[in-house]
């Protein structure tokens, strides 16, 4: 079955403590995002990677980073979390070549940071 | 930057109506594409219906149909018949014909459908 895959569904953890939140996605697809859903401002692009050791600053990048050393894996690193980081994250992905394309978006990932 | 703003926060419609969401964007290009998602209270994302700039007609997808607006920039989701399984968060989101893939969403519309 086509998915991406997000782990974990939720965490709750405190300032400062360094987390990793991992995607996966079995498709091939070149290109994978990121991006943070809040109240009132709908998703909001975090990072992006368009193929392998390829990646780029979305519109909200700031305490972020992200990686792309294998195709199917896009990990998001939040090195020393703020509460103002407490959100709902998505992996999303899709083939390269036409913008029309379906992005395939995770489950989602709650993050709160106390 | 492209803005996308859907200026409903709520809506609630009576099962079996027929239910307008709005939705207009910004943007100084010609070609680029929109997109309805819907997220259901299980959070994910899901592709309701898509429509190419250069095309004229309106994206249809069974009950779920579109009224594009290309000069007005407008980009309305139309639910016809509306079901209890349509109740949830939909969102509006534009991409640019670029090499970036970025999707800019709107704020999203909750639609509640009533039995």
């Known amino acids: 079955e086509a998915q991406v895959t997000q782990n974990p569904r939720y965490l709750i953890t405190v300032t400062g403590k360094k987390l990793t939140v991992t995607c996966s996605q079995n498709m091939n697809h070149e290109y994978m995002s990121w991006y943070r859903q809040d109240p009132g401002l709908g998703l909001r692009q975090i990072y992006y990677?368009?193929?392998?050791?390829?990646?780029d600053k979305g519109d909200v990048p700031e305490g972020y980073k992200v990686s792309r050393k294998e195709k199917r894996n896009f990990p998001l690193i939040l090195e020393s979390p703020s509460p103002n980081q407490t959100s709902l994250y998505f992996c999303a992905s899709s083939r390269s070549g036409a913008n029309n394309q379906p992005q395939h978006f995770g489950d989602g990932t709650r993050l709160s940071i106390l | 930057a492209q803005t996308v703003t859907q200026s409903q926060p709520e809506m609630s419609v009576q099962e079996a109506e027929t239910v307008t969401l709005s939705c207009t964007y910004d943007t100084s290009e010609n070609n680029y594409y929109l997109f309805w998602y819907k997220q259901p209270p299980s959070r994910q994302m899901i592709l309701v219906i898509r429509q190419e700039a250069y095309k004229q007609q309106n994206a249809t997808e069974n009950r779920f149909s579109v009224n594009f607006q290309k000069a007005a920039k407008s980009f309305s989701l139309k639910i016809s018949d509306s079901q209890l399984g349509d109740t949830a968060m939909y969102f509006c989101a534009f991409m640019k014909q670029s090499n970036d893939y970025k999707l800019s969403f709107g704020a999203g519309t909750t639609v509640t459908v009533r039995a």
């Open positions: 990677s368009m193929n392998v050791e390829v990646t």
